[in-house]
C-alpha cells in the first residue's frame, strides 16, 4: 500500500505529518489512525502543563518567593506529580503521586525555616538562653 493522508478539518490539505501506513497496511510507528485523539492528548497536555506551571508558582509562594535551586528542583518534581495525579484514574497511582508530592513539599519547608543570624545583642542573648524573639 502508498501513503495514506488525512486531510486537516481547518484546511483542505494534507496534514504536515500525513498519516503513512508501512508496505503490509500497518500505520507507522507514532503515527495514530484516529486525528481525533492526537488533538485530545494534546489538549490534555495542555491542561498538564497549565496546571503543573500553577502548583510550581503556589509552592514557590508558600516557600518565600525565592528558592534555592535544590529546593526549585525539588518543587518542580512535586508539581509535575501534582499535575499527573489530576489526570490518571487509578487510585493508587494518584495516592502515590500526591504523597510523593507532599513529602517534597514538606521537605522544601523545612529546608525553608533555617533560622536568620540575631540581629541585636539581645536577640543573641535571647537565643542563648533559649527564649524566641
Do not use: C
Not at 54 to 60: E, G, M, T
Amino acid at each position: 500500500m502508498s501513503e495514506v493522508t488525512a486531510t486537516s478539518p481547518d484546511h483542505n490539505q494534507a496534514t504536515p505529518q500525513a498519516r503513512q501506513r508501512d508496505a503490509f497496511g500497518r500505520w507507522v510507528k507514532g503515527v495514530s489512525g484516529n486525528p481525533n485523539r492526537h488533538q485530545q492528548w494534546l489538549e490534555r497536555e495542555r491542561q498538564r502543563k497549565e496546571l503543573e506551571r500553577q502548583y510550581l508558582d503556589a509552592i514557590v509562594a508558600e516557600a518565600g518567593g525565592e528558592l534555592p535551586v535544590v529546593d526549585m528542583a525539588l518543587a518542580k518534581v512535586a508539581a509535575t506529580q501534582l499535575a499527573r495525579a489530576q489526570f490518571i484514574t487509578k487510585p493508587d497511582m494518584m495516592v502515590r503521586l500526591t504523597r510523593s508530592a507532599a513529602q517534597l513539599v514538606d521537605r522544601i519547608r523545612a529546608g525553608t525555616k533555617v533560622r536568620k543570624p540575631p540581629v541585636t545583642a539581645f536577640d543573641a542573648y535571647a537565643l542563648q538562653q533559649g527564649g524566641d524573639s
